[in-house]
């Protein structure tokens, strides 16, 4: 539970988390989800025919962190790469619709825009089921010149806000040199930098907060990670390694453990959700820290209120946002 001073009240909290201006920097996703419900099973393969119901679009990878941060009210700027196509127009658009600044977005000519698209089959009895997802996406990674021009664009976003967000789907863009780049930058100017990890962890040493998931961690360690007296040696081990302000270890259904070099151990528990899809939890997680972080409340506070708000996204289906008033529910709770 979080012990909240009247200076944390549910309306401070949130009008702080507004106030911050994030800078999000990731491989972006046009997510195409394509609904229908099934009739009868097909005689070509075991598999259900569906009759076709409706499509959506939703912006994905990066942007849905960025998405997230805007829905909280505070200022969410991109930068990433889409093809010079009309599903990157379309992702464009869709995160002008949501308050995202796209402006450090670069077109590139020699790649497609990422599309990931999800066939779900619809029930009114259960939730809703993915059947089979393709995906659309070049995972070379970028050039010299796409990573110059993209430098240039954060050099002169760096300076007017208060974080920066490397959300790394591992899809090409963030290189060692370009993750270097962005180091140097928020070093210089003193912003925040957290990073989403996704595996590739030693590119980020040194960042001022480091997510992975527990898989994550234990292949990079070369070790299991199980009982809580090995996380904590995993965390120490992280700590040491990566040089990281703060590192975390997410667990799944058993919550977070976190350390930090003026942070001591500590394990907070997942809240508790009948999930329907656990697609974008990590994203609205690692918003929801990083504008925590950068309004200055404690980390174990900001996690708690990550945690609350990823346990919210998951009850719906797909990436999802969670709302300033949904939030509040969470702090006059305690997040519990």
């Known amino acids: 539970m979080i012990k909240l001073s009247g200076m944390h009240s549910a309306e401070a909290v949130l009008d702080s988390l507004a106030r911050q201006r994030v800078l999000v920097v990731g491989d972006v996703f046009l997510d195409e989800y394509i609904f229908g419900h099934a009739t009868r099973l097909s005689r070509e393969a075991p598999i259900p025919v569906l009759e076709f119901d409706r499509r959506t679009y939703i912006p994905g990878g990066a942007a849905n962190p960025a998405n997230n941060i805007a829905a909280l009210g505070a200022k969410a700027l991109l930068c990433s790469v889409v093809g010079a196509d009309a599903e990157g127009k379309q992702l464009l658009e869709l995160l002008g619709t949501a308050g995202v600044e796209p402006s450090a977005v670069l077109a590139d000519l020699g790649r497609p825009t990422t599309v990931k698209t999800r066939i779900?089959?619809?029930?009114?009895?259960?939730?809703?089921?993915?059947?089979?997802?393709?995906?659309?996406?070049?995972?070379?990674?970028?050039?010299?010149?796409?990573?110059?021009?993209?430098?240039?664009?954060?050099?002169?976003?760096?300076?007017?806000?208060?974080?920066?967000?490397?959300?790394?789907?591992?899809?090409?863009?963030?290189?060692?040199?370009?993750?270097?780049?962005?180091?140097?930058?928020?070093?210089?100017?003193?912003?925040?930098?957290?990073?989403?990890?996704?595996?590739?962890?030693?590119?980020?040493?040194?960042?001022?907060?480091?997510?992975?998931?527990?898989?994550?961690?234990?292949?990079?360690?070369?070790?299991?990670?199980?009982?809580?007296?090995?996380?904590?040696?995993?965390?120490?081990?992280?700590?040491?390694?990566?040089?990281?302000?703060?590192?975390?270890?997410?667990?799944g259904r058993d919550g977070l453990s976190m350390q930090g070099r003026n942070q001591p151990y500590s394990h907070l528990p997942a809240h508790r959700v009948e999930a329907a899809d656990t697609t974008g939890a990590g994203d609205t997680f690692i918003a929801v820290m990083t504008l925590a972080l950068a309004a200055k409340l404690d980390p174990e506070t900001a996690a708690y209120l990550a945690n609350y708000a990823a346990g919210l996204v998951v009850r719906r289906l797909g990436n999802a946002v969670v709302t300033p008033a949904e939030l509040a529910g969470g702090i006059r709770d305690g997040c519990g």
Request: proline share 4%.
């Open 120 to 251: 779900i089959s619809e029930s009114s009895l259960r939730f809703s089921q993915q059947l089979a997802r393709i995906d659309r996406i070049d995972r070379q990674p970028i050039g010299a010149d796409s990573t110059a021009a993209l430098v240039e664009r954060i050099a002169a976003c760096v300076p007017l806000v208060d974080a920066v967000l490397c959300s790394d789907y591992l899809s090409g863009l963030l290189t060692p040199p370009f993750v270097s780049r962005i180091s140097e930058l928020c070093a210089r100017h003193g912003v925040l930098l957290t990073v989403d990890a996704q595996g590739e962890l030693t590119k980020y040493r040194g960042a001022g907060l480091l997510r992975c998931n527990n898989d994550e961690a234990a292949a990079y360690l070369g070790r299991t990670i199980t009982t809580e007296d090995e996380y904590q040696r995993a965390l120490c081990d992280l700590l040491e390694m990566l040089e990281p302000e703060l590192m975390i270890v997410t667990r």
